[in-house]
């Protein structure tokens, strides 16, 4: 037997345990990740990924089961330990320090000193060559907060490598970045492999999963589900262990005859691209995609149709009713409501109860002579709660405490209790599991079937494709064309979506 073959892995986590409160967080999960390997934790929210990995980065500890480094037993009790220990996790929200420049951020808390003071020099120094390593071509007195996204990933991953890290974990590396700052983070994992460093891989998008892993550990419910060896890798074999059944029909459409126009946009000039307007209309029944890349104005023009930034130019109409909505009470009022894209910003309100937030959007509607309904807000909670399928212990629990895809439910579900005519939706399924991603699709596909105008917003070409009814497309602030769904693929989105003609 080769000494490689006798060589302890890296990590192991062996049977690890930890409960919350009412919750089992983890059961007996085992994992182990050689040197130089790339290992992909994939799972449904809830599955457990993340109480796994802030017990490996020492953030919280495992009730019991062994983790061992180098086929030694560790306590990973603080962060602190875990980097000595050679582990680093990188946040889906990055730690950086913004008004700080790039160096400073690096070489946080461990300041090279020269006599009494720091040695800036010595800091900048250093730091252009853990730039380097990930391919970073900035100057490290750049402040952080000037840079982009993707940039700050990779610094995060410089300030990992500065600590001589020898095991990475990335929870959703890729969620807030561009086409373009994906490929890169991409070259810098397989950088880091060819190098001997180890990469736990945590994301939801398994074309990344597929194109980067060496293995991929499947969990659900907290517990181990399965293991893939690289081979073995592809989409429906990471679904069928993700949620223990086949999705045959993921995305389940049935077209229904579009009925009155019920969003009518015409000649509407955005505040953020003024030069050009847009003009489109969806019917009752009818789900609407707006494909685009990033910068493209998608979100913008949700965001003016609602009221948030108001039209320079133009004319909205909902259900027939001319609105020029200066703030989206206005739209509201007319049965137009907006899940946006951030929703722990602007869906929900994070430090409030799962039946609060329900009942947020009904309160003007629901008073009982300017006191609050206390009665209706229990009765759409309970409601929405069920017909959402809300995976909460109570409807009291605190919504920054579920899961992301049960925080989109309640987001949903808060416009939902509206009874809209209009539903934008913006990004519907980010950050969410395969899973919870299906049970949006056929809520989708039932609100169309009651009669309600959907328009969304999706960067994942792969929703697009399966939901719209039509798609619509922009590039840069303009409608550049519109395809009905037998005419939809990739590479026709793609033109449009690039400022091409489809002639």
């Given at each position: 037997m080769s000494d490689d073959q006798n060589k302890p892995p890296l990590l192991e986590v062996r049977k690890v345990c930890k409960r919350f409160p009412g919750v089992r967080a983890l059961h007996e999960v085992s994992l182990a990740v050689a040197q130089g390997e790339v290992l992909a934790v994939i799972g449904e929210n809830g599955a457990g990924k993340s109480t796994l990995m802030k017990i490996l980065a020492g953030v919280q500890g495992q009730d019991i089961g062994d983790i061992l480094i180098d086929g030694k037993t560790v306590q990973l009790d603080s962060v602190e330990t875990a980097l000595a220990n050679g582990v680093s996790l990188i946040h889906q929200e990055l730690n950086l320090a913004d008004n700080l420049d790039v160096g400073a951020n690096i070489f946080l808390g461990?300041?090279?000193?020269?006599?009494?003071?720091?040695?800036?020099?010595?800091?900048?120094?250093?730091?252009?060559?853990?730039?380097?390593?990930?391919?970073?071509?900035?100057?490290?007195?750049?402040?952080?907060?000037?840079?982009?996204?993707?940039?700050?990933?990779?610094?995060?991953?410089?300030?990992?490598?500065?600590?001589?890290?020898?095991?990475?974990?990335?929870?959703?590396?890729?969620?807030?970045?561009?086409?373009?700052?994906?490929?890169?983070?991409?070259?810098?994992?397989?950088?880091?492999?060819?190098?001997?460093?180890?990469?736990?891989?945590?994301?939801?998008?398994?074309?990344?999963?597929?194109?980067?892993?060496d293995r991929v550990v499947v969990l659900r419910d907290g517990e181990n589900a399965g293991d893939l060896a690289r081979e073995e890798i592809d989409h429906d074999a990471?679904?069928?262990?993700?949620?223990?059944?086949?999705?045959?029909?993921?995305?389940?459409?049935?077209?229904?005859?579009?009925?009155?126009?019920?969003?009518?946009?015409?000649k509407v000039r955005t505040p953020v691209h003024p030069a050009h307007e847009l003009s489109f209309k969806v019917h009752a029944g009818e789900i609407v995609g707006m494909a685009g890349l990033v910068g493209a104005g998608r979100t913008e023009m949700?965001?003016?149709?609602?009221?948030?930034?108001?039209?320079?130019?133009?004319?909205?109409?909902?259900?027939?009713?001319?609105v020029q909505p200066q703030a989206p009470i206005d739209a509201i009022e007319l049965g137009m409501v907006l899940a946006p894209e951030d929703r722990k910003q602007q869906g929900v309100v994070l430090e409030m109860s799962v039946r609060d937030n329900l009942s947020l959007a009904s309160l003007r509607r629901d008073q009982n002579k300017g006191f609050l309904n206390r009665q209706k807000e229990r009765e759409i909670s309970a409601e929405m709660i069920g017909k959402m399928r809300v995976k909460t212990p109570t409807e009291h629990q605190i919504v920054q405490f579920l899961s992301g895809g049960n925080q989109q439910k309640v987001v949903l579900g808060k416009w939902l209790a509206m009874e809209p005519k209009v539903l934008l939706l913006d990004e519907p399924t980010r950050g969410i599991d395969v899973g919870a991603k299906q049970e949006i699709y056929k809520l989708m596909e039932e609100l169309a079937g009651r009669g309600v105008a959907i328009l969304f917003v999706s960067s994942e070409m792969e929703e697009v494709i399966g939901m719209s009814d039509r798609t619509l497309v922009m590039h840069e602030g303009c409608i550049t064309g519109e395809l009905p769904r037998d005419e939809l693929s990739e590479e026709s989105i793609m033109q449009l979506a690039t400022g091409k003609s489809l002639n």
């Amino acid at each position: 037997m080769s000494d490689d073959q006798n060589k302890p892995p890296l990590l192991e986590v062996r049977k690890v345990c930890k409960r919350f409160p009412g919750v089992r967080a983890l059961h007996e999960v085992s994992l182990a990740v050689a040197q130089g390997e790339v290992l992909a934790v994939i799972g449904e929210n809830g599955a457990g990924k993340s109480t796994l990995m802030k017990i490996l980065a020492g953030v919280q500890g495992q009730d019991i089961g062994d983790i061992l480094i180098d086929g030694k037993t560790v306590q990973l009790d603080s962060v602190e330990t875990a980097l000595a220990n050679g582990v680093s996790l990188i946040h889906q929200e990055l730690n950086l320090a913004d008004n700080l420049d790039v160096g400073a951020n690096i070489f946080l808390g461990r300041e090279p000193v020269k006599g009494l003071f720091i040695d800036r020099k010595r800091i900048h120094q250093d730091a252009r060559k853990y730039l380097e390593m990930v391919g970073l071509e900035v100057d490290p007195a750049t402040i952080v907060g000037e840079l982009t996204i993707g940039h700050q990933q990779m610094i995060e991953i410089a300030k990992a490598l500065s600590v001589d890290s020898r095991i990475l974990i990335m929870d959703e590396p890729t969620s807030s970045l561009s086409t373009k700052e994906t490929e890169s983070l991409f070259k810098v994992v397989k950088d880091l492999r060819s190098r001997g460093i180890s990469v736990i891989y945590i994301s939801h998008r398994l074309g990344e999963v597929k194109e980067l892993a060496d293995r991929v550990v499947v969990l659900r419910d907290g517990e181990n589900a399965g293991d893939l060896a690289r081979e073995e890798i592809d989409h429906d074999a990471m679904v069928k262990l993700m949620v223990g059944r086949d999705i045959s029909q993921f995305y389940s459409r049935t077209q229904h005859a579009p009925g009155d126009v019920m969003l009518e946009v015409d000649k509407v000039r955005t505040p953020v691209h003024p030069a050009h307007e847009l003009s489109f209309k969806v019917h009752a029944g009818e789900i609407v995609g707006m494909a685009g890349l990033v910068g493209a104005g998608r979100t913008e023009m949700l965001q003016t149709l609602f009221g948030v930034t108001p039209a320079l130019a133009g004319r909205i109409k909902v259900a027939g009713e001319e609105v020029q909505p200066q703030a989206p009470i206005d739209a509201i009022e007319l049965g137009m409501v907006l899940a946006p894209e951030d929703r722990k910003q602007q869906g929900v309100v994070l430090e409030m109860s799962v039946r609060d937030n329900l009942s947020l959007a009904s309160l003007r509607r629901d008073q009982n002579k300017g006191f609050l309904n206390r009665q209706k807000e229990r009765e759409i909670s309970a409601e929405m709660i069920g017909k959402m399928r809300v995976k909460t212990p109570t409807e009291h629990q605190i919504v920054q405490f579920l899961s992301g895809g049960n925080q989109q439910k309640v987001v949903l579900g808060k416009w939902l209790a509206m009874e809209p005519k209009v539903l934008l939706l913006d990004e519907p399924t980010r950050g969410i599991d395969v899973g919870a991603k299906q049970e949006i699709y056929k809520l989708m596909e039932e609100l169309a079937g009651r009669g309600v105008a959907i328009l969304f917003v999706s960067s994942e070409m792969e929703e697009v494709i399966g939901m719209s009814d039509r798609t619509l497309v922009m590039h840069e602030g303009c409608i550049t064309g519109e395809l009905p769904r037998d005419e939809l693929s990739e590479e026709s989105i793609m033109q449009l979506a690039t400022g091409k003609s489809l002639n």
